[in-house]
């Protein structure tokens, strides 16, 4: 009786020093409207650089054997005034996304077959940066994944 009476006590000593801590930070800080805490985003001109062509292993999550290989097509977001650079850079891209496919699971399926679009969208996203600089591509866009 007194250990249960004792874990009750705890609890509640717990839930108002929780809740006490929470008050007091909310008081500190003060809240934050919808549209203070969004910065206001500059309108930047965007176009679509293709990339075409892109062979890549798949390779199996569970034992990180090869399975088949998938050809990609995808185009990269990029600000207008970038596109002439990421268009020549396309080539250290191509290294970069090369670099890392090997060692990324790309298969998905039962049979490891299919590959992973998010995967390799994750792929891209993280070689982009040594490419062209942080910043440069916004988006990704897959446009045909085919097995080979």
């Known amino acids: 009786m007194k250990k249960m009476l004792f874990l009750i006590v705890v609890v509640l000593a717990g839930l108002g ?3 006490g801590a929470a008050l007091a ?13 969004r910065a206001p985003a500059e309108e930047v001109e965007t176009v679509f650089v293709p990339v075409d ?18 050809q990609f097509q995808f ?38 077959l299919l590959p992973s679009l998010d995967q390799f969208r994750k792929v891209v996203e ?13 988006k990704v866009a897959i446009t045909q994944a085919t097995p080979a």
Do not use: C, W
């Not at 890549?56 to 399975?67: F, H, M, Y």
């Not at 850079?89 to 290294?95: G, K, S």
């Not at 993280?126 to 916004?138: L, Q, S, Y």
């Open 75 to 112: 185009n990269l977001e990029v600000p207008r005034d970038k596109s002439p650079d990421v268009t020549k850079r396309l080539p250290l891209l191509l290294h970069a996304i090369n670099m890392r496919t090997f060692k990324t699971p790309l298969a998905a399926g039962k049979d490891g």
């Open 25 to 37: 930070t909310l008081v500190v800080l003060g809240p934050r409207p919808a549209q203070a805490a």
């Open 126 to 138: 993280a070689a982009a940066p040594e490419a062209f600089g942080a910043g440069v591509v916004r």
């Open 17 to 19: 020093l929780g809740g």
């Open 53 to 70: 062509k892109l062979l890549a292993p798949l390779v199996s999550a569970e034992d990180g054997r090869l399975t088949g290989y998938v």
